[in-house]
C-alpha cells in the first residue's frame, strides 16, 4: 500500500533528525534522509517543496500529533487543569531531549525576520493544542489570553530547555512552574487579547 504523504513527511524528518545537529535544516540532508529509508532523493523536495522551513513546521505538527497520542495514553482526568497544562508542556519537550540539537537548529532557522509569521503560528497551534488536550473549554476573551500566555511561556521554556544542562531538566520544569503561575496577571497580555478579539470580529 503507498504510504500517505503525511507519512513520506514523517519517515523523511525521523531518518533526517540525526544529520541535523552537524549539518542544519537543509536540502542536502533532506535528500540524503531520503536515500537513507529507500526514497528517490528528490522524494524530499516533493514533500517539502518550500526546502528545510517546510520541514521543520512538519517537524512541529509530527511533535504535537505525538503528544496527542501520549495524552490519549496518559490518565490526565486525575490531574488539575494547570497540572494538565505542566504535564503536555513538559511531554511536548521531554519526547524530543535526544534531538535537542535539532530542535535547536530549528528554533535558530525560525529566528529568521523572514519566517516570524510561520513560527508564531506554529507556537500558537501548539499552544492551543495543550489547551485542547487539557480539557479547557473557554470562548471569546479568555480563549485568546490564554493562548497569548501559553504560547509565550512556552516559547521561553523552550529557550531555557534548549540550554538546561541540570538533572532531569529541573531548571526547566521550575521556570515552567514560574511562568504558568504568572499566567492571568499580566495586564498587557490581556489587552493584547481583547485586540485580537476585535480583529478577527472585524
Known amino acids: 500500500m503507498t504510504d500517505s504523504l503525511q507519512d513520506v513527511k514523517d519517515r523523511l524528518i525521523l531518518a533526517a533528525l540525526p544529520e541535523i545537529p552537524f549539518s542544519g535544516w537543509s536540502r542536502a540532508v533532506l535528500a540524503d534522509a531520503a536515500a537513507s529509508i529507500g526514497m528517490d532523493r528528490t522524494m524530499a ?3 517539502f517543496p518550500g526546502g528545510p522551513v517546510d520541514a521543520a ?3 512541529a505538527d509530527l ?3 505525538q503528544l496527542v497520542q501520549e495524552a490519549e495514553a496518559a490518565d490526565l482526568a486525575k490531574m488539575g487543569l494547570t497540572a494538565r497544562v505542566k504535564w503536555l508542556v513538559r511531554r511536548r519537550l521531554e519526547a524530543w531531549d ?3 540539537e535539532a530542535v535547536r537548529r530549528a528554533v535558530s532557522l525560525f529566528s529568521l525576520p523572514i519566517f516570524a509569521g510561520k513560527a508564531g503560528a506554529a507556537t500558537w ?3 492551543d493544542l495543550i489547551w485542547h488536550l487539557a480539557g479547557d473549554g473557554s470562548v471569546d476573551f479568555s480563549y485568546y489570553t490564554k493562548r497569548l500566555g501559553l504560547s509565550a511561556a512556552y516559547s521561553a521554556t523552550l529557550m531555557v530547555w534548549l540550554t538546561d544542562g541540570s538533572e532531569g531538566n529541573a531548571e526547566s520544569w521550575a521556570f515552567l512552574d514560574r511562568r504558568i503561575a504568572d499566567l492571568g496577571k499580566l495586564p498587557k497580555l490581556k489587552q493584547m487579547a481583547g485586540n485580537l478579539l476585535k480583529f478577527r470580529r472585524t
Do not use: Y
Open 125 to 127: 497551534r501548539t499552544a
Open 57 to 59: 513546521l512538519h517537524f
Open 45 to 47: 523536495e516533493r514533500a
Open 63 to 65: 511533535a504535537d500529533r
Open 98 to 100: 535526544q534531538h535537542r
